[in-house]
């Protein structure tokens, strides 16, 4: 009789739990010596159990407390009815928390051994691109499991379940229409990772902006900009409206270097100028390289040159090479394909400017102040006549 009052007493319980907790420590620390030393030999990349350690030992933790809960607790039967109620949704929350991070473990090593820090990534952007989709889909599907599995805990709830699954028809109409940018973002997202349309590391343009696919969830894509700002964008933006992706089938690109030059540029050796650039730049991947004169009007030469990379930023760098490797040989080999203006004068049909002879008097102008002057302005305006001091005098002589 002492025995079974010493057992299940406050003490009891409090010894209990510290001991589960301390056992839980114990196996949750065995467990990852073992796992560090299979992920050793296995070459595991980086820590792929960052995400399973804390479910683990949470699940441990649960279900030793729990166990220690029931061989110890003092209280009566409707104290104990609450117990294992609060036990069970620890339980469903710690479970289905353990469950995702398991299968997120299982999909990391999946996506670990298709590289995209290779050339030709294409098939590993395509299938990590899928695989963090459908993790996130196993997320949310555990997540709502999870929330459904509660709340079915209480019985009120349980009451209503057949009169909600009678209505179901309904309420998932009104949910459809509540939550259709929701859905569709969803479903888009959905169709971006399993169409091909971007991968994730996929070089796109899109509202004038060059970037890289940097992350695809169910509800929207982030687009990593060249100059590091991030340009967050729904999942509906890349199946409604049109966009540049420039990895669609391969990361290899063809770029255009273009100048406007004089006539007298010399193309061949030009020519052979491009070509000693390229021998001597790792950017080239030795594809094509090509000089030609495009277009001749408007008094320039049009020339274009062009190059290839393996991908769009060695593309870039290779552009601006070129560049700025043909315009210094412009400047010291052919200072003369330099583009100029011309101006022509021809001094036989130019007519000579008329000046007057010495003793030719210079033209009077219309409104000088003289007299012929105001008899003209009088002429044109209709005034009166301006009469002078010395003019009135004269007269009065």
């Given amino acids: 009789m002492s025995f079974s009052l010493v057992q299940h007493s406050w003490p009891a319980l409090a010894i209990a739990v510290a001991a589960a907790l301390v056992l839980a420590l114990v196996v949750a ?28 030992r949470m699940a441990l933790v649960v279900a030793l407390v729990a166990a220690a809960l029931e061989l110890t607790w003092p209280g009566d039967a409707a104290s104990a009815r609450l117990r294992d109620h ?23 090593l999946a996506m ?18 899928q695989l963090a989709v459908v993790r996130r889909l196993i997320y949310v599907i555990l997540f709502v499991i999870a929330i459904g599995a509660v709340l079915l805990t209480f019985p009120g ?14 309420i998932s109409v009104v949910a459809g229409l509540a939550a259709q940018s929701t859905l569709s973002n969803l479903f888009a997202g959905m169709q971006l990772a399993f169409s091909g349309a971007i991968r994730v590391d996929d070089v796109v343009v899109v509202e004038q902006q060059w970037g890289r696919i940097e992350e695809i969830t169910l509800s929207y894509v982030v687009v990593h900009i060249w ?12 199946t409604q409206n049109p ?14 270097v273009e100048f406007d030059l004089d006539w007298r540029v010399p193309t ?10 390229l021998d001597n730049a790792s950017l080239w991947d030795g594809r094509t390289k090509v000089l030609q004169v495009t277009d001749a009007i408007g008094g320039y030469v049009h020339v274009r040159v062009l190059v290839t990379a393996r991908d769009a930023a060695a593309l870039f760098d290779l552009r601006a090479l070129v560049r700025e490797r043909l315009i210094e040989w412009l400047q010291r080999e052919a200072p003369e394909a330099l583009p100029t203006h011309r101006v022509e004068i021809d001094a036989e049909t130019r007519p000579a400017a008329r000046r007057p002879a010495e003793d030719e008097e210079e033209p009077e102008g219309v409104f000088s102040g003289s007299d012929a002057a105001e008899h003209r302005a ?14 009135a005098q004269r007269g009065g002589e």
């Avoid at 051994?113 to 590993?124: E, T």
């Avoid at 709830?157 to 309904?170: F, H, R, Y």
């Fill in 268 to 277: 061949g050796r030009m020519r052979e100028e491009l070509d000693r650039i």
């Fill in 227 to 238: 100059d590091d700002r991030r340009l967050v964008l729904p999942c509906t933006y890349f």
């Fill in 378 to 391: 009088h002429t044109f305006t209709n005034t009166l006549p301006v009469v002078r001091p010395d003019a």
């Fill in 86 to 108: 609060a036990v069970l949704i620890v339980a469903i929350v710690v479970g289905a928390w353990l469950l995702g991070a398991i299968l997120g473990f299982v999909i990391g």
């Fill in 29 to 56: 620390g065995v467990v990852t010596l073992v796992v560090r030393a299979v992920g050793r030999r296995r070459r595991w990349q980086g820590d792929p159990m960052r995400h399973v350690r804390w479910p683990f």
């Fill in 157 to 170: 709830v349980q009451a209503v379940g057949t009169s909600v699954l009678a209505s179901a028809g309904v």
């Fill in 243 to 256: 966009f540049e992706n420039w990895t669609r089938t391969s990361s290899e690109l063809l770029g255009a």
């Fill in 112 to 129: 670990g051994r298709y590289r995209i820090d290779v050339p030709d990534n294409r098939i590993a952007r395509r299938v990590r691109t």
